[in-house]
């Protein structure tokens, strides 16, 4: 993607609305190992991605050590499409940011359901996205199509 075609955008915005799961991986410390673990997650029209997860999990643990994460979202062998994001994640701490997140889980039919975004140890992340590439392998040609959307730190989309 060069300068992020306002058309790449909506195509990275349709795949995340079609999706609902992510592998996401995290670092702690130095000396703690990186982990990746399945979630299911939803999207902003700002391409941010939120997910819930346990306090008590690894993915928190590392989380509140160190925020950069990176996610792996599709790969269906008929599709071949996947989306690979790179962002930086932070705790939902208001009640306003919160209930809002927990409606857009409804609202996407999400396997996240009331019953995990409920829980007394469940904690709700909004990652922002740094960086974003996107490839699609139609009828598995070779070299396929990869586009990328360059963001900034803050994660707003750049305009050329």
Not at 19 to 43: C, M, N, R, Y
Not at 107 to 127: G, M, Q, V
Request: charged share 20%; with cysteine; aromatic share 8%.
């Amino acid at each position: 993607m060069n300068h992020n075609d306002p058309n790449d955008i909506r195509q990275v915005k349709d795949f995340l609305k079609c999706h609902q799961l992510a592998v996401i991986a995290t670092g702690g410390d130095s000396g703690v190992p990186p982990e990746s673990a399945l979630i299911a997650f939803v999207e902003d029209d700002e391409l941010a991605i939120y997910f819930q997860t346990s306090r008590y999990s690894r993915k928190a643990q590392n989380l509140i050590a160190r925020p950069h994460v990176s996610l792996v979202i599709g790969l269906d062998l008929a599709e071949m499409q996947t989306l690979q994001y790179e962002g930086v994640a932070s705790q939902l701490q208001s009640a306003t940011e919160i209930a809002a997140c927990k409606q857009r889980f409804l609202a996407k039919n999400s396997p996240t359901t009331p019953r995990y975004l409920e829980r007394d140890d469940a904690l709700l992340f909004k990652i922002i996205p740094t960086w974003i590439s996107y490839s699609s392998y139609p009828d598995n040609a070779a070299p396929g199509q990869i586009k990328e959307l360059i963001l900034s730190q803050r994660g707003a989309l750049r305009r050329s």
